[in-house]
C-alpha cells in the first residue's frame, strides 16, 4: 500500500544522504567505552543538517539541540555495538557498509545506529520544515549502553539536569510502538569452606559442595518465579561458577556463582535479593548475596560507578506519550500500529525505571539481528523512522496548544 503523507515523503527525500551517513557510521567499529570516532562523526553530521547546538558531555554522550520550546522531546540512540564475534560466521566484512537489494549490513546496523541515523535525519528535515517554536528537540547519541544499559542517562539527568518530558528509545522495533521492557540485575552468591589436604577431605568443609544445594535450589526458583502483565516472567539463571582453594589438592575454601536475573513487573533490586537470602539452602550455607557494581572508565576517561541493577519499565497503553505516537504512526503512514515490548534491555532502565520519565521505543530494524552475525537493517526502515520521529514531534507539539 503506497504511503501518501508529507512525513514520508520529507523523509523519502533525505533518503541518499540518510543512508550515506549510515554507511559512514556503520564503518566506524564503537565497542563500548571506544566510541569516541563515531561520536566525533555522528557531531560532524548534526552540525552539517543544521542542528542549533552540539555538545558531548563529560562522559562522552553527544547531545544535538534543536528549537528551545517549552516541550522538550529527546530520541536517544546508543552509539556503541557489541564486538563481531567469530568473523567466520559473518557472508562480509562486519563493518562494509554495504548495501544491497535495500539492505544495509554491518555490525550496529539494527543495534543500533539506524536509531540513531534516523533520529539525525528527523532534525534535518524538521529544520528544514520548521522546528514547531514549542518544541525542544534533542537527538542524544549515548555512550556504554551495552556494556551497562541506562548508565549514560543516569549521567544525563544527574549532571546535566536535562529531563526531558518524553524520551523516544530509538532501538529496533522492527517499526513497531514499543512501551516497555525486563529489568535485569546482576549478583553473586558466595559460600564460605575450610581447606584441608585433598587426601583427607573429612577434615575441611568445601564449599563447592555448600553451593550444590544452592544451585538446585536456583533452577527451582526460575522455574516458580510468577508470569505477571503486561511483561511476563522474570528469570534466574546460573551464569558462571568459581571457586577458590589452596591447591588442586586441597578442598575447596570458597565458591562464588554469578546469577543474571531478569526482572517483570514488581520485582526490585531488594525483592530478588531476599529470595534468594531466604532460600533453605543459602540460609544452611550462610551464604553471602552481593549485588555487582559496574565502575569501567568511558572513552572519556570518566568513571561513574553504579550498582548493576536495571529496573523494569512500562508506559501503559492509554498513557498520553502511548496515544501521542499512534497518532503520529497514523499520520505518518495512514495506518495502524502495532505496540509491543523489548526482549532485551535499553537505555529506559534509568529514563523511565529509575527517574520516570516517559518513555516509548519505536526504532528501524529487527530485535533478531541484535548481537548476531549478519547484521543488517532495512533502509525503508531507515526512512520510516525518520518518518515517525518528524510526526512524533508535530503531533507533541499541536497536543500542547499550539
Ligand atoms: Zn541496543
Redesign the pocket.
Known sequence: MPINSQYYSDAKSVEADLAAFMQAIIRIPSLSSCEAAVIERIQVEMLRVGFDEVSIDPMGNLLGRIGSGPIVIAFDG?ADTVDTGDLSLWERDPHSGDIENGILYGRGAS??KGGIAAAVYAGAVLKKTGMPDNVTFYVTATVQ?EDCDGLCWQFIVNELGLRPDLVVIT?PTSLRIYRGQRGRMEMEVHTSGVSCHGSAPERGVNAVYKMAGIIADIEKLNEKLAPREPLGKGTVTVSEIRSTSPSLCAVADGCTIHLDRRLTVGETEATAVAEILALPSVRAAEASVTVLDYAVPSHTGLTYPTRKYYPSWDTPEDDPAVSSAKTAYRAAFGSEPETGFWTFS?NGVAIAGMHGIPCIGFGPGHEHF?HAPNEQVEIEHLVRSTAFYTAMVKTLAGQHGE
Open positions: 546508543h543495534d543500533q549502553e532501538e535499553t541484535a
